[in-house]
């Protein structure tokens, strides 16, 4: 995801350059100067206009007074634990005392708070921890260094002769010492050293260990932490709005006239995407937008059901698509065609739309006067999120002001390349005008029905086994909607978050003969990325797939998957395989059967061990999940542990139950009524084990998701159950 | 109309209609925001607060029902109340958005069973959503607000392997 995005980003760039020399150059040229827009570096673009500076200890240190030291985070924090893990490489290197580090959310400027995995300013591809991992450690010896350097002169000693703990400045030599409170005045006066060098591991102190918990937990535990839903101004508005009851529908009429009886609404108007109904709060918001009725063109939208698109994506697949089906290819070895003896394997899999369903529907907060904006949300990717602002006020994007706050939940929809319902939000907004504050809220059900679904999926498999029982050749084909082509930016080559997990598998690496190709039709349905991506698909069919071979081949599946990691040369698949089993022990609980899966993903791998007994109604319920993942560096051990946890749920709660389905073009499950997740009773008790490791840090928020419906579904075949071809396991009631 | 709430050891008076749901009145009226929207239909428990110490839906409570009642949310807690020091001490929160409903469903818990069993915290949580999966630190955590720490897994805590 991080790199699709770089590519995003780059090109939602360009696009600002080449603007400059029409229409923003006119704004640009009060702010910034007309000349810096030509030749600029993305940063420089997507920052131009900008009033963010750094402090004196750069951008991402601020020391008060008295001492206490704030990391300023870039990345947002949703859940993942980042903020944790991020404060955690600055104080490590600063050696500030933890107890009084506090971490606060960086505003937007893509110059000083890019995600150096993107270039632009942004949150995905679970790789805040991987991409701050040298540049906040830097940032901290820095800041230390400026400490250091302070005390040096204070005393007249040399800089390499003084220590520093826990925020404590030390002279052994002299007896001398002073804390950063003291010091920090003088500290500030000093120049920040180029490249200040960065503690050898086996010196860490708080990176890896468990000191390293959550900053906001207390906040988190008294209802005073800030959500979006929850910002309060004297003279804010608060907006809902009526959307078309199918994709790529327009409005064509509406009637107001009940809807402006109703007490406390301010005003109702069309924008784009519909109907806007302003109000003084969101219950006469809500009774407002209740009493609107509406008209929609539905020309151009899209009326077909999930069941008939599943259909076309296996038609598709099985090569009866048509002349109009483009097939792209992604892994080519040998050839597969030469291979025509041997055991043949055969399976499809059928995978649904999933909502992400955060807890948080999405909203915002804008304030539009002219041609400036300030908006308060979860900003997942405040770059892209200030450049579709800029477009509506008519501004340079680094002009656009960002508060990113607390989100509850993203999992991916927060990261939209059309920042749909921030864009939505600044429509409103700016049509209130005069800077009034304006706080969009969507209900449950227009989150649900608004899209940017994990797409639907169709793979379609034919392995035929060597004579040992491994694969010989493997025919993949893989039938999607490209997330990519969702961008303004067109498709890339391959839309490697269609087909990440299989593309790269050690399975295929360790078959002489693969063809595994693509095909991308189009459908009128927004999708988007949803936690661990195309993994969310691909690692099940590896993984399930996998273990089939290896029953067909007589094989135990774990000496199986064993056997090709060797050929593969894949060391960190087995050593996650093998700390796995070992923590496993050598039976599972009385009553449960264990399922095993591994994958790698966002540069971490992760296998799991799933103890699966049938609960009451015929459904698969988990007992406990073992998990081992080697992610480089651990940061933060219990936030790693946390994500584990989380993760296992989020994709249990998916593969259980998970599916988005709409009948001629509309979307059915509107509300936790009738699509269901996750509870209490359905929780796993997981145990997380980490193999040690010095490399730099992979990421963990996504790797836990995709691996527990493999290792479910390979549970169910070890009971002698059949395998699970299509998700969710468990259907909704008709 | 006014209405008069009695609602974390206060007695206040709103301007609302009857049927406003409770959960709208609590949060753009009194400005009490650590109870939240999810659902709007008593499924997810994210708005769960107390009526006379009984956890109830705030979405899906009519402000009118609440006439003599004593309402208190997260906010009333006071926030060193023994549940919300379990979550912190264990770090629950992940998003955080559907924590104060679970806080609430806690404590009601505990204060009908001072030391409940798996199951017990199954029945009382399962309307209590979380969709960043935090549900094996919940249960921790009620476990370690009762005392019970036995009960504790020993894998709230992540083994680095040697």
């Not at chain 1, 270039?119 to 010896?141: C, D, F, V, Y």
């Amino acid at each position: 995801m991080t790199r699709h995005l770089r590519n995003l980003a780059e090109q939602a760039a360009g696009a600002v350059r080449q603007g400059a020399s029409r229409r923003e150059v006119v704004v640009g040229a009060v702010a910034v100067g007309g000349s810096l827009m030509v030749g600029c570096s993305m940063g420089d673009a997507l920052s131009a206009g900008s009033k963010v500076k750094p402090g004196v200890f750069g951008p991402f240190i601020q020391i008060d007074p008295d001492g206490a030291v704030t990391v300023v985070s870039k990345h947002i924090e949703f859940g993942q634990g980042n903020h944790a893990g991020l404060a955690a490489l600055v104080a490590e290197e600063l050696d500030a005392d933890w107890s009084r580090v506090k971490v606060v959310q960086a505003p937007a400027n893509a110059k000083l708070y890019a995600n150096l995995g993107m270039g632009a300013q942004g949150t995905g591809g679970s790789s805040a921890i991987p991409n701050s991992w040298e540049q906040l450690r830097k940032a901290g010896a820095g800041a230390r260094a400026m400490f250091v350097q302070a005390a040096a002169n204070r005393w007249q000693v040399a800089p390499g002769e003084i220590t520093v703990k826990d925020g404590l400045v030390s002279h052994a030599g002299s007896g001398k010492a002073a804390t950063f409170a003291e010091l920090v005045a003088d500290a500030a006066k000093v120049t920040p050293p180029e490249d200040p060098p960065l503690k050898d591991p086996k010196a860490f102190t708080l990176i890896g260990t468990q000191r390293v918990r959550r900053k906001d937990s207390v906040a988190k535990s008294n209802g005073s932490a800030v959500y979006t839903i929850d910002v309060k101004e004297p003279d804010l508005l608060t907006a809902m709005v009526l959307h078309a009851p199918r994709f790529g529908a327009e409005l064509d009429s509406f009637d107001d006239a009940e809807a402006r009886k109703v007490a406390g609404v301010r005003d109702v108007f069309k924008i784009p995407t519909g109907v806007a109904v302003v109000a003084d709060n969101t219950w006469a918001a809500m009774k407002g937008r209740e009493a609107l009725t509406a008209t929609w063109k539905e020309d151009k939208a899209e009326k077909r059901s999930s069941d008939a698109l599943l259909t076309q994506f296996r038609d598709i697949a099985a090569g009866k698509g048509g002349d109009e089906v483009k097939w792209t290819p992604f892994v080519t070895q040998g050839d597969v065609a030469s291979v025509t003896d041997g055991e043949l394997f055969e399976a499809t899999y059928d995978f649904p739309y999933l909502a992400h369903a955060t807890m948080e529907p999405m909203n915002c907060v804008a304030r539009v006067k002219g041609n400036n904006a300030r908006l308060s949300f979860g900003s997942q990717i405040p770059s892209i999120d200030q450049l579709n602002t800029a477009k509506i006020v008519a501004n340079l994007p680094g002009a656009i002001e960002i508060e990113t706050l607390f989100a509850g939940g993203s999992f991916g929809r927060r990261a939209n390349f059309q920042s749909d319902y921030v864009v939505e939000c600044v429509h409103i907004a700016k049509k209130v005008g005069g800077g009034t504050p304006v706080k969009l809220v969507w209900t449950r059900e227009d989150d649900m029905r608004a899209g940017y679904f994990r797409p639907l999926v169709h793979h379609a498999v034919q392995v035929r086994l060597d004579k040992d029982g491994f694969p010989a050749s493997w025919r993949h084909r893989v039938v999607t909607q490209s997330i990519m082509k969702g961008s303004p930016m067109g498709t890339p080559k391959i839309d490697e978050t269609a087909v990440e997990g299989a593309l790269g598998s050690p399975y295929l690496k360790a078959t002489p003969n693969v063809d595994a190709q693509l095909a991308l039709p189009d459908v009128g349905v927004p999708v988007l990325w949803w936690r661990s991506v195309g993994a969310t698909h691909t690692a099940f069919v590896m993984e399930h797939t996998i273990d089939q071979l290896a029953r067909k081949a007589g094989k135990d599946p774990i000496a199986y998957r064993r056997a090709l990691y060797q050929k593969a040369g894949a060391k960190r698949h087995l050593a996650v395989l093998d700390l796995a089993v070992e923590k496993a022990g050598p039976t599972a609980a009385a009553g449960y059967t264990r399922g095993v899966a591994v994958h790698e993903s966002f540069g971490s791998v992760v296998a799991q061990i799933a103890e699966v007994r049938i609960a009451p109604g015929n459904e698969p319920r988990v007992g406990r999940v073992v998990t081992a993942v080697h992610c480089g560096t651990a940061v933060a051990p219990d936030q790693i542990a946390a994500q584990m946890e989380g993760g296992i749920c989020y994709g249990l709660s998916a593969i259980l139950f998970g599916e988005v389905t709409l009948k001629d073009g509309v979307v059915q499950e509107t509300n936790f009524d009738t699509h269901r997740v996750l509870r209490m009773n359905e929780a796993p008790t997981v145990e997380t084990y980490i193999v040690p490791s010095n490399d730099p840090p992979g990421g963990v928020g996504e790797p836990g998701t995709p691996v527990i419906g493999p290792a479910v579904a390979n549970a169910l075949l070890a009971m002698g159950r059949p395998a699970t071809l299509s998700l969710p396991m468990v259907k909704a009631q008709a | 109309m006014a209405i008069s709430l009695d609602i974390n050891g206060k007695t206040v008076s709103v301007e609302a209609a009857e049927d406003t749901p409770l959960l709208w009145v609590v949060r753009d009226s009194l400005g009490l925001t650590g109870t939240k929207y999810g659902c709007g239909v008593a499924q997810c428990g994210a708005c769960t607060v107390h009526a006379d110490g009984q956890p109830i839906r705030a979405c899906s409570t009519p402000v009118g029902a609440m006439a003599g009642v004593k309402i208190t949310t997260i906010e009333g807690l006071g926030g060193a109340h023994p549940v919300q020091q379990a979550w912190a001490k264990l770090d629950v929160p992940q998003c955080g958005y559907c924590q104060s409903g679970q806080i609430m469903s806690a404590v009601a818990l505990l204060a009908e069973t001072r030391t409940p069993s798996d199951e017990d915290i199954d029945a009382a949580m399962a309307g209590n959503i979380c969709r960043c999966g935090a549900y094996q630190r919940v249960r921790a955590a009620i476990k370690e607000a009762a005392g019970i720490a036995q009960a504790l897994p020993a894998t709230a805590t992540p083994e680095v392997s040697q």
